[in-house]
Structures are given as structure tokens and as C-alpha cells.
């Protein structure tokens, strides 16, 4: 009997996984593009996960006369600085910035309905 060995189950960590990736958090950092539905109709379009090298208040000027919507730029204890626009603008905001030269199409995710 003593040639039987015994494995002891361990605790599993089903994100221990993601954990890891966010040790290199340089090597693939995500735009995160969001639309929040306000009352009625209204939307709101956040962008959030910009490099703090760029200036969030020269991008929004940007985005506000290309697309004639308002907009304001939100600092977050959590998120950081987060870009927020007036209506529904997820496909202008990321062809906007793939043409700009911000961020390359594949580090971007479009979130919503």
C-alpha cells in the first residue's frame, strides 16, 4: 500500500490565468469602447484606456468637431481618465482613432448592445 501515492486536491483558480497576463500589462493594453443608455433615447459613449501620454483634451476637441457632438473628459479613482461623448459614437471613436494613429484596430474592443 505504500507504493499508491495520494493526490490531494488544491484549490483551482479559474483566473489565475488572468492574473498572470496582467503582470506584462504593456505588452497588450485594450481601448475599451462603451455606450450607456440615459433616459429615452440618450446615450453617453465613454472611451477609456488611452496611454497617459496622450492629451485626453486635444483628442476630445478632436472628436467633438468631427463628429458635432459634445463631450467632456471624467477623471476616475478606478479607470483613470475617461473620454465621455454625447450620442452613440463606438464606430466613429475607433475609426477615428485607427486613422489618427492612436491605437492599432486589433486593441480595440467595442462593448454594448
Do not use: W
Amino acid at each position: 500500500m505504500s507504493d499508491l501515492e495520494v493526490q490531494v486536491p488544491t484549490a483551482f483558480d479559474p483566473f489565475a490565468d488572468a492574473n498572470a497576463e496582467d503582470v506584462g500589462a504593456g505588452t497588450k493594453e485594450y481601448v475599451h469602447i462603451r455606450v450607456q443608455q440615459r433616459n429615452g433615447r440618450k446615450s453617453l459613449t465613454t472611451v477609456q484606456g488611452l496611454k497617459k501620454e496622450y492629451s485626453y483634451s486635444k483628442i476630445l476637441k478632436d472628436l467633438k468637431k468631427e463628429f458635432c457632438c459634445n463631450g467632456t473628459v471624467v477623471q476616475d479613482s478606478e479607470l483613470g481618465q475617461v473620454i465621455q461623448l454625447q450620442g452613440d459614437q463606438r464606430k466613429n471613436v475607433s475609426t477615428f482613432l485607427v486613422q489618427a494613429g492612436l491605437v492599432k484596430k486589433d486593441n480595440i474592443k467595442i462593448h454594448g448592445f
